[in-house]
């Protein structure tokens, strides 16, 4: 991956110790793939179903998406169950890939917004019949958001997130201030390809 700038935040519910999502974001060759795995309910077996997603996630970040939920269900079995989001970005083919089973938000800006259709479901219980890859063309200066349910459903911060003026970082912190639920968890990336390859600090 040559040029990417990006955050992620992780906040857990009010009154809570520990945050039931997860997130991840790795650099492949061609490429980067993000990841949200939210666990049902809030606390620790929460937090330790949406970590065994994105675990699973992490040991094949080059997997075809399909196949990596399909992975992510077996593990979770028999835990409290999560919900995912995964979004790939295949450079050297100029495509954005995306599945999401549950109630994960993703949003790409692009020359319009790209609204990824949902599949119902939950990781570890209750599988989707018939998984679809959606993919669109990636286009210069496409930014990427995805967001755990913790966050509305708002769009008048995206205007912000398509000008490199303003930070990813300061992004999704007001995200989270302004958008947030306190009575959930909350995660969010944004992502900004064709830029500096760099993750924001804190």
């Not at 857990?12 to 309910?41: H, N, R, T």
């Not at 490199?164 to 958008?179: E, F, I």
């Amino acid at each position: 991956m040559e040029s990417l700038t990006w955050h992620a935040l992780s906040r857990p519910a009010k009154d809570e110790v520990v945050c039931g999502d997860s997130y991840s974001l790795q650099i492949i060759p061609g490429g980067f793939l993000a990841a949200i795995a939210d666990g049902l309910g809030h606390g620790r077996e929460a937090a330790q179903a949406a970590a065994m997603a994105i675990e699973c996630i992490i040991q094949n970040p080059s997997e075809k998406l399909d196949l990596l939920a399909k992975q992510c269900h077996r593990a979770l079995i028999g835990s409290r169950g999560a919900v995912l989001g995964l979004c790939r970005l295949k450079e050297n083919q100029s495509m954005w890939e995306v599945l999401i089973i549950g109630n994960i938000s993703i949003r790409i800006l692009s020359d319009k917004k790209i609204r990824p259709i949902a599949l119902r479901g939950i990781l570890g219980y209750r599988f989707p019949p018939n998984l679809k890859v959606q993919q669109w063309p990636c286009r210069k200066n496409d930014v990427l958001i995805m967001h755990s349910d913790g966050i509305r459903e708002d769009y008048s911060l995206d205007f912000y997130a398509c000008n490199p003026k303003y930070p990813v970082n300061l992004l999704t912190n007001l995200m989270a201030d302004t958008l947030g639920k306190q009575v959930d968890d909350t995660t969010i990336i944004i992502a900004r390809p064709n830029r500096e390859a760099v993750q924001c600090p804190n």
